[in-house]
């Protein structure tokens, strides 16, 4: 997981924010991870299993 000190140091815009605020926004990013890796798998092959998906890949 990302933390607050990881993400502060990748945009450091987010040292404006509080830490509340800034794990909603590393919360939301992984909740919008999940919905583009359940996407891109369903259209690969059909399956949200990520581990099948990664000893399946070419």
């Known amino acids: 997981m990302l933390s ?3 993400a502060r ?3 450091p ?7 509340e605020a800034v794990l909603e926004i590393i ?3 992984k ?3 999940q919905l ?3 996407k891109w798998s369903k ?4 399956s ?3 581990t099948r998906v990664l000893l399946n890949s070419d």
């Open 4 to 6: 607050i000190e990881q």
């Open 9 to 11: 140091k990748i945009e």
């Open 13 to 19: 815009e987010l040292n404006n924010l509080s830490d």
């Open 27 to 29: 919360e939301n990013m």
């Open 31 to 33: 909740g919008f991870a």
């Open 36 to 38: 583009a890796f359940e």
């Open 43 to 46: 259209e690969k092959d059909g």
């Open 48 to 50: 949200k299993n990520l």
